[in-house]
């Protein structure tokens, strides 16, 4: 019989070394440990327990992330639909539940090939938490410590992401520098172009996102990111203008039977590029986008219906077709979508650039303003050109109302009568809609239907024998008093035979059979009888009418700044280039006299050298002759002129205080030489017109009133228009006249002391 001293003692040895083993393998699956034993032990703990909860939690946050995005179908989507973080706020909790399970790797299995892994997954619940310093600083660790090179390149990637996201762009181009030197595997690779592509769309490189997108659009496992990415280059090729790739990828996008707003729109987009030189192609398009309005389903999307129409109209070049479609797709839009500021955007660009109606333009370039997501690039050019546009039309209002006026100031006086005639009656007639209107809101408002207050009708079924707690029977005695009374207003002796008709708004010419009887006058049946007609004053419209001479000179010279206006917006605030030349060879040819031309030469020769437009050298000849003296001219001659003039001005400004300090001691000789060789050293200097004026004084000191001094008073207006001196030199031109007729004899002019300022009356050179 055993003893427990003998059982124990048969049962040491095995037990002994069971212990030792124990012992064994717990030192050796240390996390500091790197023995395969331990690395195997802790991959094991950390791949199917922690991380292996925090990556499936992380699918399904990923899935509420992409559910919650809004993607604007007038536009190449995204590749990474952005996240917006005030939507994920509400995942917080599950964000950071995975953060703490992807730390369990990092803090107890050190030496496990997770811990990198589990460092790119907190990295990226950071990024959804709008924590991007702390995810960019997650992804640079990883790269710096990471023991794998693959899960470096990992998080290389979503650290591209994470700064796209920060908007530092330039960061993200390092990365992608860097990451294009790798041999990435598959996986990576298939992030890794996805996240390329939404970077090249940043900045609406098209072209180069396609090969990426067609190397890996086949490797999505998720259908719906397989079919986005189908949908992208179906959207790329379409604008490339690759009709029939862009068709074999919507085609591909239908067929994976994505979410139902983007096989809508894939089936729209279909049909954009579709080829419509086949025989019935557009009858039979036309057909299904009839059937889309009808069907209930589409109800909410209407508006891109009919905006897609306007679209396949305008393609065919049926502008009035499509700017109807792109209306009913506005009436149709619900309030705070995107579609709106597109619809409005497309009918501003119709008005402006195919039918250059600037005023239904502005108009809508107004309603985008207000309707635009303010944060597309499109929106600053936008508001640039409804503001622009504005300032436009007023210019254009002026040229159309005082073309108007010149043209009826040449109408007999009997078309003029009758023009003025219509304007009254129209006048009249659009005073009386709006009268009859008013009235018509007034009587329905005092005459409509009686609507039981809800809380005086009885909810007890057995209740509804009571007339008055059942709105039915109530609506029904209201709609037979109607149908034999007419619609008459709540008043005492509402049957009398003799009171005024009620009036049919609706219809003020029919003939009811109530008002018949009861109202004989044809008037009253109209509804006017009542109304004052507005009273005219015929003159009025006489008043702005240009009879006089002087009353054409002055609409003329509105219509030709207004001329120049409009080009000079066509051609510096709009940089439309064409049209400015259009609109100044207009002016030219309407007002070949105009004080314009030489700025007009001048800007002409810059947009066709700007164009290469041979006709550059037409308008540069022009000028030179016609204006060789103005500032354009001068320009034309030497690009560098304003730069060279400010040099000379301010050297010869200096030299010209020892011009005036030898006019003002009187030593006429120096000052006029030196005032020869500072014209000639500074010919478009600021004082040249000081130096000539000198010149005139001085001779007329040294040598009277000479023919070649007289000449020069009598062009230097010419020459210096706008200078300060021309009203001194002509009173000195008057002057020297009047003395001469007085005494042909004496040919010497009374001397006078210069004064220190040529600007004012006394003939004086101005002081330095």
Known sequence: MNTPKNLFSAFSIPFYLLLIALGLVSVSCSQESNSFVARTYHNLLARDNPYFLARERMKTVETKVYDLKEDNYNGVLHPIPPFDTLKTKGLAAQLDDIIKKASIPVRRHKNSDYVDDSYVLIGRCRMYKGEFKMGIETYKYVNAHGKNVNDKNEALIYLMRAYMAANQFENAKTVSDHLDKQDLTLKNKTIYNVTKAEYLRIYERYDEMIPLLEEVAHLQKKRDIRSRMYFILGQLYQRAGNDTAAYKNYHKVVKSNPPYEMLFISKLNLYQVTNIEKEGATKKINKYYTKLLKDPKNEEYKDKIYYEMALFEYKQ???????????????????????????????????????????????????????????????????????????????????????????????????????????????????????????????????????????????????????????????????????????????????????????????????????????????????????????????????????????????????????????????HKLEEPRRAIRTYEQLLARYPETLYEPEILYNLYLICKELNDPKQEQYKNRLLEKHPNSLYAKLIRNPNYYRDTKIANKYADVEYKDVYNFFKNNQFEEADSAATLLLAKYPESDVVDKLTYVKIICQLKTKGPSEKVLADIETFPDLFPESPLVPVVKDLSAAIKKQTIQNEKDAAVKETAPPDDPAKTEPTPAKP
Request: without cysteine.
């Open 317 to 571: 070049k049926n502008l009035p077709k499509a700017i109807e479609h792109l209306k009913a797709s506005s009436k149709a839009s619900k309030a705070g979508g995107y579609q709106k500021g597109f619809t409005y955007l497309k009918l501003a660009e119709i008005y402006y650039e195919d039918l250059e109606d600037y005023e239904n333009a502005a108009a809508y370039y107004d309603s985008t303003a207000t309707t635009f997501n303010k944060k597309d690039k499109r929106y600053p050019l936008i508001s640039k050109r409804e503001k622009i546009l504005d300032e436009f039309v007023k210019q254009l209002s002026i040229i159309k109302r005082q073309d108007s006026l010149l043209t009826v100031a040449k109408m007999d006086s009997v078309t003029l009568n009758n023009l003025i005639d219509s304007l009254i009656a129209k006048e009249q007639a659009d005073y009386m809609a709006k009268q009859l209107a008013l009235k018509k809101k007034k009587f329905d408002e005092e005459n409509a239907p009686l609507t039981p207050d809800p809380k005086l009708i009885n909810s007890d079924p057995t209740a509804a024998s009571w007339y008055f707690s059942n709105a039915a029977a109530i609506q029904n005695g209201i709609n037979e008093f109607n149908l034999k009374w007419g619609r008459r207003p709540l008043e005492d002796n509402w049957r009398r035979s003799k009171k005024e008709a009620v009036v049919d708004f609706d219809n003020p010419g029919s003939k009811d059979s109530t008002q018949a009887k009861t109202d004989p006058d044809p008037d009253a049946r109209k509804g006017k009888n009542d109304i004052e007609p507005l009273k005219i004053d015929r003159s009025k419209y006489y008043v702005d009418i240009p009879v006089t001479d002087s009353q054409k000179v002055a609409a003329n010279k509105k219509i030709e700044d207004a001329m120049f206006q409009v080009a000079s917006i066509y051609n």
